[in-house]
């Protein structure tokens, strides 16, 4: 079993920045594409980013693009999610999530992934 946690959440004044981190245990991290999700009070789960095994292709919800951005430690066996220009609308529960490479499915679809985090709250005030 691949387990991820989560951390680095928090509260952060609209317009700043924050990072969350994901830390994974249990199997070889580079078997796997890690995502990142995300879901507000009442809200589905949202795709946010991905990132592949390498770490040389990146996926970015399109609304979210340039504004997030994520990269991987293999070594470290770490996925990080950098955070830019917050917003009160970015205000939700941050889930890492792991989807095996060698499985096909669009990395933009949570069903795909076999393995998520506890979840990590951020929430920005205005």
């Known amino acids: 079993q691949l387990q991820l946690v989560e951390s680095g959440g928090g509260l952060v004044q609209a317009g700043g920045a924050l990072n969350i981190s994901c830390a994974a245990s249990?199997?070889?991290?580079?078997?796997?594409?890690m995502g990142w999700f995300r879901q507000a009070p009442g809200k589905e789960r949202e795709f946010v980013a991905a990132?592949?095994?390498?770490?040389?292709?990146?996926y970015y919800q399109d609304s979210l693009k340039g504004r997030n951005f994520i990269s991987r430690d293999n070594a470290k066996k770490t996925a990080f999610l950098q955070m830019n220009s917050q917003k009160p609308g970015d205000s939700a529960v941050y889930y890492c999530?792991?989807?095996?490479?060698?499985?096909?499915?669009?990395?933009?679809?949570?069903?795909?992934?076999?393995?998520w985090g506890q979840g990590n709250q951020v929430t920005v005030s205005s």
């Open positions: 999530e792991a989807k095996n490479r060698c499985y096909r499915g669009s990395v933009y679809t949570g069903a795909e992934y076999g393995y």
């Open positions: 249990g199997r070889p991290f580079d078997t796997y594409i």
């Open positions: 990132i592949n095994w390498s770490g040389d292709a990146t």
